[in-house]
């Protein structure tokens, strides 16, 4: 009888202690526990992106004993299940691509299951990493925290980096306050890059808040921007208060940029669970259908692969009582995702 080498093994057997995250939606530590669940395929992958999983793994090298750290993507069956065969197959080029089997590189080459993180989300994990590790933030965040205290005019942000923001965003809760007086006054392009950030916190009510009122300021000015509409939905979406969270969807939903293809894309990438309210769901594919069919298709198909939404949005799909344009969206969808099953594509 042949026993399938998982990842979690292969790691194990080269005297690693390995850290996994998840990045696609918003980064966070996945336990051990609940990654193996997931290598042998009895529990879905939480957060599902583009129908894969994007993940990070912390190790250390076993020649130097610094650490490096993975980045993969593995596909996703319509369940949200690992595809195993695409796993098997990562671990076949690493094994065979080794000099010395039983030494893992931070290099993947040209494996095809590794991707390159962009600078955000880099920063983000570098910075929640060393928060967990308990070691001193980088060089950047005093001047960022300098920066959100005002002192200097928030205007003069073009010099504050973006691993401070970071650094500051993690720690979120010592600096509420500071944060939630800058919001209001920051311009869009330091309050996008702190948002950003804080998209992967989980906010008190005070920064939810803050950046509730800003986002509604925002709605009511005579020219909304729709990016920074998406930008502050992306900041709320981790809020402890999901009620505001809902709220403040709805309330953007509800605007003239409701259908804006970055106000529902960061809702459906970031602020999804706000559409396991039936009321906010039912308003969203409404937009989302006025938005485009190209865009309800992408968008549909990707949420389709979210383990709890799955079942709400296969329901209303499948309701009579949606709008017309829902309804005729939906046909177009049903109707191009037979055809690419006969092709033997997904959606």
């Known amino acids: 009888m042949t026993t399938t080498l998982t990842l979690t093994d292969f ?3 080269i005297g690693t202690q390995p850290r996994f995250f998840s990045l696609g939606r918003r980064i966070s530590e996945i336990p051990r526990e609940r990654f193996m669940a997931f290598e042998n395929a009895a529990e879905p992958w939480a957060q599902p992106f583009q129908q894969a999983a994007w993940l990070g793994i912390l190790f250390d090298d076993t020649r130097s004993g610094e650490p490096h750290l993975w980045f993969l993507r593995f596909p996703l069956d319509e369940q949200g299940l690992l595809v195993q065969a695409a796993r098997d ?6 094994i065979d691509s080794a000099e010395q089997p039983e ?5 993947l080459g040209d494996n ?4 390159k993180p962009n600078e955000a989300q880099l920063a983000n994990l570098h910075a929640r990493i060393a928060h967990g590790q308990r070691q001193p933030p980088s060089s950047h965040y005093a001047h960022a925290r300098e920066y959100f205290s005002g002192q200097q005019g928030f205007e003069q942000w073009q010099f504050v980096g973006l691993q401070g923001i970071a650094d500051l965003a993690v720690r979120h809760d010592q600096h509420a306050e500071l944060l939630a007086n800058a919001i209001p006054q920051l311009p869009a392009e330091p309050f996008n890059v702190l948002c950003g950030c804080l998209e992967n916190e989980t906010l008190g009510n005070e920064l939810v808040d803050s950046i509730a009122r800003r986002l509604r300021t925002e709605l009511t000015s005579d020219t909304p921007d729709p990016v920074l509409i998406a930008a502050a939905l992306r900041g709320l979406s981790n809020g402890d208060r999901r009620e505001k969270v809902v709220i403040t969807a709805q309330a953007a939903l509800d605007s003239e940029q409701g259908s804006h293809p970055e106000v529902l894309a960061a809702i ?3 602020a999804w669970e706000t559409l396991y309210d039936d009321a906010l769901r039912a308003r969203f594919l409404q937009r989302l259908a006025e938005s485009g069919q ?3 298709d992408s968008i549909l198909a990707d949420l389709l692969f979210l383990p709890v939404l799955r079942n709400l ?3 209303d799909i499948r309701g009579s009582q949606q709008p017309q344009v829902v309804q005729q969206a939906v046909a177009a969808f049903i ?3 037979t055809q690419n099953a006969t092709k033997g594509n997904s959606p």
């Open 11 to 13: 790691l194990d057997r």
């Open 89 to 94: 197959e990562f671990l076949r080029r690493i």
């Open 103 to 107: 030494v893992a590189s931070e290099n």
């Open 112 to 115: 095809p299951f590794g991707f």
């Open 268 to 270: 459906a990438g970031r």
């Open 294 to 296: 190209r865009a309800f």
């Open 313 to 315: 949005l296969l329901a």
């Open 335 to 337: 109707q191009r995702f």
